[in-house]
Structures are given as structure tokens and as C-alpha cells.
């Protein structure tokens, strides 16, 4: 009898992880989000992206057991790389970045790459992409292309294959 609650257990938890990464959702707090990614760029010393500005590209990827966030920032050609260190406050509810740091210069050819490969990540602006998996990593996109703003969070995404983990590994593995 235990054995065989165990083999329900894990039937019900992979009918759990396959019925929650069937499709993009939609965002569920883009003002969270959007507060996030704000707190981001000023601790990055970044301007607020707008619709009448240049081309841009913001990923930031989040390696949550680590408290980690690694930046990437596309546009005149580079790229810049921004490293820091967060947590979420419980008592505020507020994402806290600490320790920012960032370079640039980094190789001209993955930048091109990134522009190159932006459309069909753009195409899923204002959706999640999760994969189900705890723990992790994930990653925040958010950019400027053709005077359109867009963001797109993902979760996981080499983990499973809704639509849109293919585009976005591609993508994301230009810079990673």
C-alpha cells in the first residue's frame, strides 16, 4: 500500500507540472513586475526605456537560490553586463537589489545575434513562460524595438517545450 502511495504522489505531481506549463500566461502582476524591472535599471544606472527611444534590450536572469541577478543590456552595437545581489523582502514585499555592478564591451557579434533574434521573443510581450519547475532560474525581458515596448518573464524554460521555450532559449543562449 505504500508503494503504492508513493506512485500516486508522483503521478499527481507530474500531472501537476504538465498542466501548469501548457501555454504562455499572462503576466500576473506586470506592476510587480514592472517595479522590478525599474528597481533594476536605477541600480544599474539605466534611464527608464521609452517608446520613442533607440533600439534596446534588457534580460536580467535570476539564479533564485542564489540571491543572484545577472544583467545583460543590448543596444548601439554591445553589450553590458550587470551583476548583482537581491532578496525579497517579506516584511515590505519589496524586491531589494544590492551590490550592483556592471561592465561593458563585451563581444559585438552577440549583440547583433540578439537583435537578430528579438522578434520572435517580442511576439510573446506581456506573457509568462514557465515551465513548472521549482527553484531554478528565470530570466526578465524587457526592451525597445521598432518604437514598441515589450516584456516577457520566463521561468525555466529549458524544461519543458510549450510554445515560445524554443524561441526563447535561442535567444537567451545568445548571451548566456
Not at 522590478?36 to 541600480?43: G, I, K, Y
Not at 543596444?75 to 537589489?97: L, M, P, W
Not at 533574434?117 to 530570466?139: E, M
Amino acid at each position: 500500500m505504500y508503494s503504492y502511495r508513493n506512485a500516486l504522489l508522483v503521478l499527481l505531481l507530474l500531472t501537476i507540472n504538465v498542466a501548469s506549463a501548457q501555454e504562455p500566461n499572462d503576466i500576473r502582476d506586470l506592476g510587480r513586475l514592472r517595479l522590478q524591472l525599474s528597481l533594476l535599471a536605477n541600480a544599474a544606472h539605466l534611464h527608464p526605456l521609452s517608446e520613442s527611444g533607440a533600439d534596446e534590450i534588457r534580460i536580467w536572469f535570476d539564479n533564485y537560490m542564489a540571491g543572484q541577478t545577472t544583467g545583460y543590456i543590448v543596444r548601439d552595437g554591445h553589450i553590458g553586463r550587470c551583476k548583482a545581489r537581491f532578496y525579497y523582502n517579506n516584511g515590505t514585499s519589496q524586491y531589494e537589489v544590492r551590490d550592483m555592478s556592471c561592465v561593458g564591451g563585451l563581444a559585438r557579434r552577440r549583440a547583433a545575434d540578439a537583435f537578430d533574434l528579438v522578434d520572435s521573443v517580442r511576439t510573446f510581450n506581456g506573457k509568462s513562460i514557465a515551465c513548472g519547475v521549482l527553484d531554478g532560474w528565470g530570466a526578465l525581458i524587457e526592451g525597445v524595438r521598432s518604437g514598441h515596448m515589450f516584456i516577457v518573464e520566463a521561468d525555466n524554460p529549458d524544461q519543458c517545450n510549450i510554445p515560445g521555450t524554443k524561441e526563447l532559449n535561442a535567444f537567451l543562449g545568445v548571451l548566456k
